[in-house]
């Protein structure tokens, strides 16, 4: 079975929110990259909270079937990327968050609005 990329971006979303992500921003980088169709960016207010959203949204996507293709950060938990095929995930510590502000490099993007 395999996931499609809206479903698994929604899935993404979900998993964060479930675990109080703050400040949460989905890009649709269709037409714009080829590295994936979204980008989901979140932070967490701790080491701790980093941790567990990229853990409950590896083991969501893992329990739908979807593989994760990559998993870095973890130790530190400044940073994580989670690396989903079609939708890479990018979850940061509050600190970091505007430091690296990847929301301008691909401001090109648009902003998937919740529905």
């Not at 479903?7 to 992500?21: Q, S």
Request: proline share 1%; net charge negative.
């Amino acid at each position: 079975m395999t996931i499609q990329p809206d479903e698994l971006m929604t899935l993404a979303v979900e998993a964060a929110e479930d675990k109080k992500a703050m400040n949460l921003v989905t890009l649709n980088l269709r037409g714009i990259s080829l590295i994936a169709d979204y980008f989901v960016i979140c932070h967490g207010n701790s080491e701790t909270q980093v941790q567990a959203i990229a853990t409950e949204i590896r083991k969501r996507a893992e329990e739908r079937g979807a593989r994760v293709r990559g998993l870095e950060g973890m130790d530190t938990a400044r940073w994580v990327l989670l690396d989903l095929g079609d939708v890479v995930v990018h979850v940061f510590h509050r600190d970091d968050r505007e430091y690296y502000n990847i929301e301008r490099l691909w401001s090109d993007a648009k902003v998937v609005e919740k529905v």
